[in-house]
Structures are given as structure tokens and as C-alpha cells.
């Protein structure tokens, strides 16, 4: 009998930590083909939440800011072309983030720091989240990304929810503005394809 109910409660244990609120609008599902394809083409940034102070003082110098994703289905890279405004000049910068399917990540290296991000896509609103550390409340940080820059009311409310269930308040959120964007009022630089190989 003390076998069967310690198997019942084994077999529980996952729903349970599906349904952990924290982590219930943050952390997203595994990524397939499907999503890669979704996620190809130009996303603007929009806003972030860090406490990771590294990451703070970085995102505080994006004024605005808009990239391009252009997914590998084969070898599960994309390749990101991003142009920010930050002290009212543009920076153009290219890498390619590596694809962790089975846990729903993204990842860049910079030097050999790893930079890992949950993937949450929110089809329905045309956007998604990236959150950082989210195991490690000293660190815990959230971006949020749209199609367009004027993006859904009922979008920017899941962020503000999501950010709060993070134990952070709304005063510590970063907006972007897209006024301030001087990359796409430079010279036009012909958009990258859509391809997914």
C-alpha cells in the first residue's frame, strides 16, 4: 500500500510543477520545427526586468531596438541580426544562438560565457518572452519581443502580470521607444530572407 501511494505521488510530481505560478506565464514548452519557422524574421525589443545587475546596466543603454531571427532547422542555430540604438547611434551586431529543443532554450556565447533563455511564445499576441535565471531569484530577468512595436494592450498586461509574479515590481521594468530609434532612419538595409533549411 506505501508503495502505491508513494508511486502516485512520484507520478504527480510534474503536474505540480506545471502548475508552480511563478514560473507559469515564463517558462515555455520544447521548440519544434514548427516554432522555429514561427520565430523567423524581424522582431522588435520591447521592454525587459533584470535583476542580474550585469544585465540591467546593459539593458538601460538600448534605446530601441529590432532584429532579425533566421532559423537552421538542420543544425538548430539561429542566426540574429540586431540593430540597437544605444547612446543615440546604431549598433549593428550579428551571432548565431544555438537551439536547445527538448527544454525550450535559446543560448548565445559571448567569449565563453553561455547566455541561456527560456523560450516562451505567445502566438496569439504576435510576440514572446525570453526569461534568464529563472531557477535563481537574485538574477531572475524577463524581455519581452513583438512583431511590430505597437504591440496588443492585452500582451504588455501579461508581461506586467508576469513580471510581478517574479516578485519584481512594475518600476523596474525598461521600455524601449521607438522615437528614439535611429538604425531604421539610417540608409535602408535590404531585410534578410525568410529561410529555414
Given amino acids: 500500500m506505501a508503495l502505491q501511494v508513494v508511486l502516485v505521488i512520484l507520478s504527480l510530481l510534474p503536474l505540480l510543477e506545471a502548475q508552480n505560478p511563478e514560473h507559469a506565464n515564463i517558462i515555455g514548452k520544447p521548440i519544434t520545427n514548427d516554432t522555429l519557422s514561427w520565430l523567423s524574421g524581424k522582431w522588435f525589443y520591447l521592454g525587459s526586468a533584470f535583476r542580474n545587475l550585469e544585465y540591467k546596466q546593459e539593458i538601460q543603454k538600448v534605446q530601441a531596438g529590432y532584429f532579425y531571427f533566421t532559423p537552421n532547422l538542420t543544425d538548430d542555430t539561429i542566426l540574429l541580426q540586431e540593430y540597437q540604438t544605444k547612446e543615440d547611434r546604431c549598433v ?44 535563481d531569484e537574485k538574477n531572475w530577468g524577463l524581455s519581452f519581443y513583438a512583431n511590430k512595436p505597437d504591440f ?46
Avoid at 532554450?105 to 518572452?129: D, N, P, Q, R
Avoid at 494592450?153 to 530609434?181: A, H
Fill in 92 to 135: 549593428y551586431n550579428s551571432s548565431k544562438l544555438g537551439v536547445q529543443r527538448e527544454n525550450g532554450t535559446i543560448s548565445k556565447y559571448e567569449g565563453l560565457v553561455e547566455h541561456v533563455a527560456h523560450l516562451k511564445v505567445f502566438m496569439k499576441h504576435k510576440g514572446f518572452f525570453l526569461t534568464f535565471f529563472p531557477e
Fill in 152 to 197: 496588443a494592450p492585452e500582451f504588455f498586461t501579461v508581461f506586467q502580470e508576469s513580471v510581478k509574479g517574479l516578485g519584481m515590481n512594475e518600476s523596474e521594468i525598461v521600455y524601449t521607444d521607438w522615437k528614439k530609434d535611429v538604425c531604421s532612419q539610417q540608409k535602408k538595409q535590404p531585410e534578410p530572407e525568410k529561410k529555414t533549411e
